[in-house]
């Protein structure tokens, strides 16, 4: 499994600054793919509702949001630092 943190840009109607907002997407490798913005709770509920294995593999970023989110995931997690 690996959680993505990033930036979309939205863009705006034409002489407005476009805006930047915040978004988290997991990937459960060979399953299913997701994608949430502003919404922590909903992800950690779609993917804990997932068939996963007994040991989780959780690849990330060193982004504090990424492992706030998988300490929540599963029971037991091998967390690899990418």
Known sequence: MSVE??????R???GQPSQGRDYK???LHGQECAGFFQQNEELLEWVNRQPLTEVVTCLGDGHD???NLMEKI???RREILD
């Open 5 to 10: 943190v990033g930036k979309v840009r939205i």
């Open 12 to 14: 705006t109607p034409k």
């Open 25 to 27: 997407a997991v990937s």
């Open 65 to 67: 949001g990424v492992w």
């Open 74 to 76: 599963g029971v037991k």
